[in-house]
């Protein structure tokens, strides 16, 4: 396909039209405004996408069709929006129903905003397509689609990982065999970007981070495809998980948005269903609401409060059903976006105040398997003995020619099994300076102490922690992580951060500086320094300070020597002795495996 222009896939800008002309030239207003209406109705499309053929657009072929919609419609512009590890700039498409495109102005109008993020992984390029196929269509009012324009604004990533998606071939994707050539899933750094949301390893984040923090989306969508399973459905769905959410959002979601955008969904050529995980090897068993955490778009979305969901597109469907059930569900969230952008404006503004009179925060979840609902599901039969045309041999898969529909098993319910209570300060040492950096990104509020100061915290201490053998997207994850808390007295400098926690970045606060919370930056390594010791002693030369203590300290004095009376071995081990002194009196390093953020409640 290299040879090929990308121009070749753009239709001509303008051309006379004749009819046109005639129209206008008829004396009645009324009936010139009828006309002119059927002629807006009539405008074809400006783009033409390949998608029929197998053909996901290049970088430079998408930026192009972008620049080319800009070109054409005042109502809509491309801009640079920071930067990229490509080193080429992030893009946003801004769709709205005037040539005003300044957040601010636009969010003082009361319209919602929904932000499509697509290419996160190039390989998975549905949503390119789709969205410039819906971008298209909106701005030429296809059927009156700009209708919704007066209550929401529509906001387009054309391509997120800009790096993976210049890194084209037809053996990027094993799993699939359509389109003909994609991106690759790591991006200009090797980063799969849709695990970098909190670490922000990669410009891409960070950039997104800020376009994340102006706009502050009310619905947020990353589209993906997925070979997660098979069955007969184009395009599955990952919701925002309601119970991420406060109450009345949750409320929100479960009564509102996902009945809604089921039926919406039902009503055209594509049904939806939520994205098939499953917990037993057939999904005919049941299957379960994904809970994304906040390393993951959706679950980046659910710290602001933003309606954040993720479309997986069908692998084994033809790529042009892959487009079509996409631009399906972006037309179906877009006329929901503007149909109920009061409800959902408000139920975040009250969501954020729940969130910012909780008491205590959820920071560990569990799916509960009692509760379930049945829903509606058209699957395949699985095959244990499917004989395979490579090998020869019997593997696992499932038969196209025996399809079902049945009532499963929609596990739907993530309880919380773990909390923290929620303090009113954190207290931040300015050395963390890359925390600091990318809270700055996300825009949180907190001054700074005005003098050196002692101050009583509380502090987490870190009892065990564990990390994988094998860096995991660049980090040393730690997986397990358990702590204590301890009261103490603890300096901090001229400088460091008085975090207010009851802030509308409340979520984001909690789930980035608490350790264990499950993509803390603990976790992410970013103080891995607490972890092992600075000083030590010697077996002979911490002698004189050691007896030097027992002397002044005949309390901790007698203690030791019961110690030594009663226990052999250690009245038999000169280093247990010492060790005993060194780690049970001043000695011992108070900031050894001490968080250093400390918590004012
Ligand atoms: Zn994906």
């Known amino acids: 396909m290299s040879i090929l222009s990308y121009r070749s896939f753009l239709t001509p800008l303008t051309s006379f039209d004749p009819i046109f002309i005639m129209k206008r030239i008829l004396p009645m207003a009324a009936l010139f405004i009828l006309l002119l209406n059927i002629v807006i109705a009539q405008t074809k499309p400006l783009l033409q996408l390949k998608y029929e053929e197998n053909y996901t657009p290049t970088y430079e072929e998408v ?23 490509s080193g080429k700039p992030l893009h946003l498409f801004i769709i709205n129903n005037s040539s005003e495109f300044s957040p601010e102005k636009i969010k003082s109008k009361g319209k919602s905003v929904l932000l499509i993020n697509n290419g996160i992984h190039p390989g998975e390029p549905a949503g390119i397509d789709a969205s410039l196929w819906y971008a298209d269509d909106l701005l030429r009012n296809k059927d009156g689609m700009a209708e919704i324009l007066k209550n929401t604004v529509i906001i387009i990533i054309p391509v997120y990982s800009i790096g993976g998606h210049l890194n084209r071939s037809a053996y990027n994707r094993s799993g699939q065999t359509t389109p003909f050539e994609t991106g690759f899933r790591g991006n200009a750094k090797n980063l799969d970007l849709n695990r970098d949301f909190t670490k922000c390893d990669s410009e891409n984040a960070k950039s997104f981070s800020k376009i994340f923090a102006e706009w502050d989306p009310d619905m947020f969508l990353d589209t993906h495809t ?8 184009s395009v599955t769905l990952i919701p925002p998980s ?4 406060p109450p009345i959002m949750e409320k929100f979601i479960r009564e509102s948005f996902i009945p809604t955008i089921y039926s919406e969904m039902g009503k055209g050529e594509y049904d939806l269903i939520p994205y098939v995980s499953f917990i037993f090897r057939d999904p005919k068993l049941g299957i379960n609401m994904t809970q ?5 778009s959706s679950g980046y979305a659910s710290m602001f409060h933003s309606y954040g969901m993720m479309t997986e597109s069908h692998i084994y469907k033809d790529y042009a059903d892959r ?8 037309k179906a969230l877009a006329k929901f976006s503007a149909e109920n952008s009061n409800e959902i404006i408000n139920s975040r503004k009250k969501g954020i105040k729940e969130s910012m009179v909780a008491i205590k925060y959820p920071i560990e979840f569990k799916l509960d398997t009692t509760i379930y609902q049945m829903i509606e599901f058209k699957g395949y039969e699985t095959d244990e003995n499917q004989i395979s045309p490579v090998s020869g041999l019997k593997r696992f898969g499932y038969d196209h020619s025996k399809p079902y529909s049945n009532r499963i098993r929609y596990f739907d319910t993530w309880e919380p099994i773990s909390f923290e209570m929620v303090p009113e300060f954190y207290i931040l040492p300015q050395s963390y300076q890359n925390v600091i950096e990318r809270m700055d990104l996300v825009g949180v509020d907190y001054t700074k102490l005005p003098n050196d100061t002692t101050i009583e915290v509380t502090v987490n201490y870190i009892d065990e922690f564990s990390s994988p053998p094998r860096p995991y997207n660049g980090h040393y ?3 397990e992580v358990s702590t204590h808390t301890e009261v103490q007295e603890v300096k901090y400098y001229k400088g460091d951060l008085l975090i207010p926690v009851r802030q509308e970045k409340i979520k984001y606060l909690i789930e980035m500086l608490e350790p264990k919370a499950r993509d803390s930056f603990f ?7 607490i972890l092992d010791q600075r000083e030590y002693f010697s077996s002979y030369g911490f002698e004189e300070n050691a007896l030097k203590y027992l002397n002044e300290h005949p309390d901790f004095k007698a203690e030791f020597l019961k110690k030594r009376e009663s226990d052999q071995e250690f009245a038999n081990s000169h280093r247990a002795q010492l060790s005993y002194i060194y780690n049970n009196t001043e000695w011992a390093e108070k900031t050894l495996r001490r968080y250093p953020v400390g ?3």
């Open 226 to 233: 997925t070979n997660g399973s098979d069955h007969q459905y």
């Open 477 to 479: 994850f730690h997986n």
């Open 523 to 529: 976790r992410w390594n970013f103080f891995d320094n």
């Open 63 to 85: 930026i192009e069709m972008y620049s080319l919609l800009d070109r054409n419609y005042e109502n809509a512009t491309l801009i640079k929006k920071g930067q990229t590890d």
């Open 323 to 330: 487009v079509k059930s996409c631009y399906q569900f972006i």
């Open 292 to 296: 994304e955490g906040p390393r993951y």
């Open 599 to 601: 918590k004012i409640y």
């Open 242 to 245: 309601p119970d991420l959410f």
